[in-house]
């Protein structure tokens, strides 16, 4: 069964970069796409970008100028860091599993981080 | 970017009515299109991929349709725990994008 386990800071300041880790306990890290997703507070989902085993990467344009994933294969872990936070940046981020050319099973709890000064 | 569009915002139905879920996409993303509900506090459950395909486990009673720009999501009859949100999903282009979501309420 997967699990994806997720850590990282949930309060910063306005300015500050976010920093989130998940790593993936139970499947395999390659052959599949590793996303980040966001959720404002009462409102729809964004999907932020997502990396592959390969180090293949696809960003939002939208946050493609703030936004960096990263992987560590041989944990079995991957990153999101989203810079120049503002209030507007508060939600619950998601890391998600999809194989190539399928949708997202596999999500973590998701993490609310807030912005605030 | 493709945007998906989803109505009405709100569905006010009784338990064991049908309801029928729209998403239209601002171009065409073929079959690529999947449905998931999501419950408060909860990660979004993956119902419908690829238009019409349940997903593993998911019950009978939900059912996807349509291809090119217009997708519907059908649930024949409405049980208690159906009453959340739904939201659709492209896969065709990216940036992957989902739509605002529709929310099933009681009447």
């Known amino acids: 069964q997967?699990?994806?386990?997720?850590w990282g800071a949930r309060l910063l300041k306005p300015s500050e970069t976010l920093s989130l880790t998940c790593a993936v306990y139970g499947g395999s890290f390659n052959g599949y796409y590793w996303s980040w997703i966001r959720q404002p507070p009462g409102k729809g989902l964004e999907w932020i970008g997502e990396i592959n085993h390969t180090g293949s990467i696809n960003y939002n344009?939208?946050?493609?100028?703030?936004?960096?994933?990263?992987?560590?294969?041989?944990?079995?872990?991957?990153?999101?860091?989203?810079?120049?936070?503002?209030a507007a940046d508060t939600a619950?981020?998601?890391?998600?599993?999809r194989p190539r050319n399928s949708y997202f099973?596999?999500?973590?709890?998701?993490?609310?981080?807030?912005?605030s000064s | 970017e493709i945007v998906l569009t989803q109505s009405p915002a709100t569905l006010?139905?009784?338990?064991?009515?049908?309801?029928?879920?729209?998403?239209?996409?601002?171009?065409?993303?073929?079959?690529?299109?999947?449905?998931?509900?999501?419950?408060?506090?909860?990660?979004?459950?993956?119902?419908?991929?690829?238009a019409s395909n349940r997903a593993t486990g998911?019950?009978?009673r939900f059912s996807g349709s349509g291809s090119g720009t217009d997708f519907t999501l059908t649930i024949s009859s409405l049980d208690p725990e159906d009453f959340t949100v739904y939201y659709c999903q492209q896969r065709s282009n990216w940036p992957l994008t989902f739509g605002g979501g529709t929310k099933v309420e009681i009447k």
């Open chain 1, 105 to 115: 099973v596999y999500w973590d709890q998701g993490t609310l981080v807030t912005v």
């Open chain 1, 2 to 6: 997967v699990q994806i386990q997720q």
């Open chain 1, 92 to 97: 619950v981020y998601y890391c998600a599993r």
């Open chain 1, 61 to 86: 344009p939208s946050l493609k100028s703030r936004v960096t994933i990263s992987e560590d294969t041989s944990k079995n872990q991957f990153s999101l860091k989203l810079s120049s936070m503002t």
């Open chain 2, 12 to 50: 006010s139905l009784s338990p064991g009515e049908r309801a029928t879920l729209s998403c239209r996409a601002s171009q065409s993303v073929s079959s690529s299109l999947a449905w998931y509900q999501q419950k408060p506090g909860q990660a979004p459950r993956l119902l419908i991929y690829d």
């Open chain 2, 58 to 60: 998911i019950p009978a």
